[in-house]
């Protein structure tokens, strides 16, 4: 896919790619982007919109790990806008966003378009399901330079709007109506129509191996959560009405291991930087089938197995769109809870603009915390903050050893992320 894409890409004006999530598609337009941009030219040379800020920031991270040498600056609600004019006031050649915040930069006139030549619309179709078609449209007609445009989705499109500029695109199609071999497709039943207890069993039989509840409101989200926290079930949440800094949290905490257990919305059926799900749970059953498609695509991804489990009242049914073969299991009537996870997430106030990198932090942890290599998991850096993993046993000694310390001569507040 990536080269298919990326042959198209250099060769043609329009393309569109198609392609599953998780089979790369930030790389295969990332690739022949570096191409294009021009070390001379001063501007903004290429922008790219996506649905969440979540996928914004994994672009940026990403085009940075590439080391290309050029400047790459992400905008997004819930981001300081102080701190995004200060980025902006030198321009960087990729700019990446989400519509609505790109589309307030041009109202305030921090962002000249007259240097950007190519256009990335990532996930498309989400922008357009999560109702940006306002903002990206008067982006798009605010640009009159774009020479290169580049649309990505994971599901087939029916129609492209008119707004978007793609005359006679090439189209790179890797979807497929074929079943994921690696994808085991499960159904289990309750007994009536409470499915939380049946859910609490579920979680227990599965125990250590990381799992992805989705419900389809975030209403749904925040009762389940309260219900599963009241039986001793250890899990994050995540949902579009939380503030972006919980949300990050909670992502953080999952993908580190603090937590195997992750109840959601549809916001983190695509986009998103999780790797290694075993388990795609439906609490509530997804409504269409690119709903089911984007749940399921976030387990079994490159050659790994994976479950999907669909979580049935007595009177439900399996939706008509499923094709998949479901196999209808039972759940053991004893319940166990799940062993601790081996790590626990420290929250420390320092980041990248502090020149803060992970060897500072492991170096830290190691010589003023006496953490060993082995108690330390993964550690994330963000602009303002950084987190890390550490062994549960030890983290409350670690809290009180370090208080107060500083880290490159900067002292930070510590304490357990929450």
């Avoid at 601790?340 to 915390?369: H, N, W």
Wanted: net charge negative; hydrophobic share 40%.
């Amino acid at each position: 896919m990536q080269e298919a894409a990326i042959k198209a890409i250099r060769k043609g004006k329009q393309v569109i790619l198609l392609s599953p999530t998780g089979s790369g598609k930030t790389l295969a337009f990332l690739l022949p982007l570096v191409k294009m941009l021009n070390h001379d030219d001063l501007g903004v040379q290429a922008l790219v919109l996506t649905p969440s800020r979540e996928l914004a920031l994994q672009i940026e991270q990403v085009f940075k790990a590439m080391q290309t040498g050029f400047k790459v600056n992400t905008c997004y609600g819930g981001h300081p806008m102080a701190t995004e004019l200060r980025n902006l006031s030198a321009p960087p050649a990729l700019l990446i966003g989400t519509p609505g915040r790109i589309a307030d930069h041009l109202h305030r006139q921090s962002i000249q378009t007259d240097s950007i030549q190519t256009l990335i619309l990532d996930e498309f179709d989400k922008s357009l399901e999560l109702g940006f078609k306002d903002e990206m449209e008067y982006i798009i007609n605010s640009i009159n330079s774009i020479n290169t445009r580049i649309l990505t989705s994971a599901t087939t499109l029916n129609e492209i709007p008119a707004f978007v500029g793609m005359n006679d695109p090439v189209k790179v199609d890797f979807t497929t109506t074929e079943n994921n071999t690696h994808l085991a497709v499960r159904s289990v039943r309750a007994e009536g129509s409470d499915k939380l207890e049946l859910l609490f069993k579920l979680i227990c039989q599965l125990g250590d191996t990381s799992s992805l509840i989705f419900c389809n409101h975030r209403e749904a989200v925040n009762r389940i959560s309260e219900l599963l926290s009241g039986k001793g079930i250890s899990h994050g949440i995540f949902h579009g009405g939380m503030e972006q800094e919980q949300r990050e949290v909670s992502l953080i905490k999952f993908r580190n291991g603090t937590h195997h257990v992750l109840l959601t919305t549809d916001l983190a059926s695509r986009g998103l930087d999780i790797p290694e799900i075993r388990n795609v749970i439906h609490y509530q059953l997804p409504t269409t089938l690119t709903a089911w498609t984007h749940r399921n695509g976030r387990t079994a991804r490159m050659d790994e197995q994976g479950t999907a489990w669909l979580l049935l009242a007595e009177t439900d049914y399996v939706p008509e769109f499923v094709i998949d073969t479901v196999e209808e299991v039972t759940v053991a009537e004893e319940a166990v809870l799940p062993d601790p996870t081996p790590y626990e997430t420290i929250y420390i106030s320092a980041g990248r603009k502090d020149k803060i990198s992970k060897g500072d932090v492991a170096g830290f942890l190691m010589q003023k915390g006496q953490l060993v290599k082995d108690d330390i998991g993964k550690i994330e850096i963000l602009d303002y903050a950084s987190f890390a993993a550490v062994n549960r046993s030890k983290v409350d000694r670690l809290i009180l050893q370090i208080k107060g310390e500083q880290i490159k001569k900067k002292t930070v507040k510590i304490e357990i992320a929450y």
